[in-house]
T-cell receptor, first 113, second 114 residues
Framework: NAGVTQTPKFQVLKTGQSMTLQCAQD?????MYWYRQDPGMGLRLIYY???????DKGEVPNGYNVSRLNKREFSLRLESAAPSQTSVYFC????????????FGPGTRLTVT | GENVEQHPSTLSVQEGDSAVIKCTYS??????FPWYKQELGKGPQLIID?????GEKKDQRIAVTLNKTAKHFSLHITETQPEDSAVYFC?????????????FGKGTKLSVIP
């Protein structure tokens, strides 16, 4: 039982390049989330998926798109990376949306030059 | 929306002493308050949580207290050990208002000095 896994662990992009961050969970959770973590800012929600087939914007969705591929997988896409998107990205999952524990992956450290 | 304030931003304690981290929240509809520990280079890990129908919860050396009237909650770590050194985040979930989004505090870096 690996929990929440993320790939890649590290990535360097040039401004304007695109990439997809992958996330998978093996806990049979219904809800999945993408956060970004910046120094002194805590964790901010980018997008979430309450259940398979649904996605919704969080606090900071601009510049990102998401896909809930199936119950296990939730990807985050940067279509045209900008230096302001340099951050550490975390995927999380929870059994249900709402009053439930969220379990986090190990993160992807992204640098945009 | 919900706003969570966390204090202090850094905290240094001697091994064996207690550490207290405090958070306040703005949305009275919030009813779930988790605490996460993040070690260097890792993702946040849930260490304890409390729901609005409970005033205090303990798990070995850690405890969380909740004052819904004052809209604040606190993490207490007793008999601190060097392995407690990490960044701690509080969060609030205003699910009672239908938001379903955890709002995090900005974190407290705890250093336990041997």
């Amino acid at each position: 039982n690996a929990g929440v896994t993320q790939t890649p662990k590290f990535q360097v992009l040039k401004t304007g390049q695109s990439m997809t961050l992958q996330c998978a969970q093996d806990m049979n959770h219904n809800s999945m989330y993408w956060y970004r973590q910046d120094p002194g800012m805590g964790l901010r929600l980018i997008y979430y998926s309450a259940s398979e087939g649904t996605t919704d914007k969080g606090e900071v969705p601009n510049g990102y798109n998401v896909s809930r591929l199936n119950k296990r997988e939730f990807s985050l896409r940067l279509e045209s990376a900008a230096p302001s998107q340099t951050s550490v990205y975390f995927c999380a999952s929870s059994a249900l949306q709402g009053v439930n524990e969220q379990y986090f992956g190990p993160g992807t450290r992204l640098t945009v030059t | 929306g919900e706003n969570v304030e966390q204090h202090p931003s850094t905290l240094s304690v001697q091994e064996g002493d207690s550490a207290v981290i405090k958070c306040t929240y703005s949305d009275s509809a919030s009813n779930y308050f988790p605490w996460y520990k993040q070690e260097l280079g890792k993702g946040p890990q849930l260490i304890i949580d409390i729901r609005s129908n409970v005033g205090e919860k303990k798990d070995q050396r850690i405890a969380v207290t909740l004052n819904k009237t004052a809209k604040h909650f606190s993490l207490h770590i007793t008999e601190t050990q060097p392995e407690d050194s990490a960044v701690y985040f509080c969060a609030a979930d205003p699910s009672g208002a239908g938001s379903y989004q955890l709002t995090f505090g900005k974190g407290t870096k705890l250093s336990v000095i041997p």
